[in-house]
């Protein structure tokens, strides 16, 4: 008989409550005759005797298992020789602080199949569900910080009356309080000296689109980002407004030659440099970021372009470049609003860095932030952070690691859609017998990072990059 097990979560964060799969999903692996360990938890969001009226043998010991199943890593002392372990091992940048349980997981020959590279059989990639599920928490998050924020500058907004997510018991429930917050400033509740919110989403992938989502049930107009400008200057306040910006839209080259090619930046990405700071910055109230970086790619908003665009002229409508309003005309007449009664010197109130990349694409981004105090306050002058402090001059910054937890019901449903149909393959891996390729599905090959010791030939690029960050 196939048996796997589903580890408690105990890595980190107190906020885990996810699982990889809900009870009825594991019921249809025990009535498919595959038996299934759950290991006890009272943090979880489903409770445990869900999972043992379906079934599942709740106990400690998972020896038994030769799968075993989770979402965060695994503290070093939990790892069990010769398993199967799938779960979000975080180790293919060589990040810093998973070297050493990477290092545990060759030296007791266990195999790593990580669901951060694992695709299903249609070809969907396993992370993309939490991916949604951080856009989904990481807009709610940021709804609920504006409304501090402009609180702490004076103002009551409708971003009040939205919480953070974790304080609804469900999805449903917290956009229906957005929704509310919705109608409030259809009635005029937006304050005149504030203008039209606005939104601008970098990149279009599972994550931007999870927040999109939220903002859906505000009144929201999504426009092209070459009339993102217009609206922030001219629009409804009964209204907010939003654009989805990809890098064909404020990447150019450095040459001066126009155009965008994504074969040429994603070999060369060095010939680009990014006009946000420019073209959008200015006129975006808060900015959603939710688009991988890496080291060799130019930033979206450098500290360079921060102070610059704090410290250029915010209220006479130019952008502190060339004296205009970014196009070929004449700055509009209509000039932006005027914040200097406020203690707020720009338009900008704050950033959602979903990523949590620290010193990322948004590059004022430093250390992530917590679900207990999820908001820091950037201070452009000083460059420096003060955790939950919402009055003062500043950018208010949201850059929670693990947004997905924070909706962890149904979270788990939706990864355990993906996963459960993948559950009988990944159930025959024996990790005490040598790895052949082939020996599974594509899908479920390249998601395995180490086997027998070593790890695999798509993987061994992370020795180099451990020899060259010193790690």
């Known amino acids: 008989m196939k048996v796997i097990a589903i580890r408690r979560e105990n890595y980190g964060t107190l906020w885990e409550r996810r699982a990889p799969l809900n009870p009825t999903q594991v019921k249809g692996l025990v009535d498919a005759g595959i038996q299934v360990i759950v290991q006890p938890s009272a943090r979880r969001a489903y409770p445990d005797k869900e ?11 998972m020896s038994e298992a030769s799968l075993i199943i989770g979402i965060k890593q695994v503290p070093i002392q939990d790892l069990i020789p010769y398993k199967t372990y799938s779960f979000f091992a975080h180790v293919i940048k060589a990040q810093p602080d998973n070297m050493d349980m990477l290092d545990a997981i060759l030296k007791r020959n266990i195999r790593l199949m990580d669901w951060e590279t694992m695709c299903n ?8 569900v939490f991916g949604r599920f951080a856009g989904l928490s990481g807009m709610l998050d940021i709804l609920h910080g504006m409304g501090l924020r402009l609180l702490g500058l004076g103002f009551n907004s409708p971003f009040m009356h939205i919480a953070a997510p974790h304080s609804y018991p469900t999805l449903a429930s917290a956009c229906a309080a957005v929704k509310s917050a919705g109608e409030e400033i259809t009635s005029g509740l937006i304050h005149e000296q504030l203008g039209p919110i606005t939104f601008v989403f970098l990149g279009d992938g599972a994550v931007s689109k999870g927040a999109q989502y939220v903002l859906s049930h505000l009144p929201v107009e999504f426009v092209e980002p070459s009339k993102f400008k217009a609206v922030a200057q001219n629009g409804d306040r009964r209204k907010v407004y939003a654009t989805v910006l990809r890098r064909q839209h404020h990447m150019v080259r450095k040459s001066g030659e126009p155009g965008f090619s994504r074969e040429e930046y994603g070999t060369h990405p060095d010939r680009y440099r990014s006009i946000f700071a420019e073209e959008f910055a200015p006129w975006t109230s808060c900015i959603v970021n939710a688009v991988l970086w890496t080291y060799d790619q130019p930033r979206t908003l450098s500290l360079a372009d921060t102070k610059q665009l704090f410290g250029s002229h915010h209220h006479n409508g130019t952008n502190g470049t060339n004296g205009t309003n970014g196009t070929d005309g004449p700055a509009s ?23 949590a990349d620290p010193g990322g694409s948004i590059e004022l981004s430093a250390d992530s932030t917590s679900i207990e105090k999820p908001f820091d306050l950037y201070n452009v002058d000083t460059g420096k952070f003060s955790p939950m402090t919402f009055n003062g001059d500043g950018i208010l910054v949201c850059s929670v690691a693990n947004m997905p937890s924070q909706l962890p019901t149904e979270a788990t449903d939706l990864f355990g859609e993906l996963l459960a149909p ?19 599905k594509p899908g479920l090959q390249k998601s395995i990072i180490a086997s027998n010791g070593k790890l695999t030939p798509d993987f061994e690029y992370i020795h180099k990059l451990r020899a060259d960050n010193g790690v």
């Open 333 to 355: 007449k209509r000039q932006r609003p005027d914040y200097s009664s406020t203690g707020l010197k720009h338009r900008l109130i704050a950033i959602s860095d979903i990523t």
């Open 121 to 128: 059989y249609q070809g969907t990639r396993m992370d993309s």
């Open 51 to 61: 999972y043992k009226k379906v079934g599942a043998i709740l106990e400690d010991d």
């Open 422 to 440: 993948l559950i009988p393959e990944m159930a025959t891996s024996d990790a005490t017998t040598p790895l052949v390729e082939g020996q599974f």
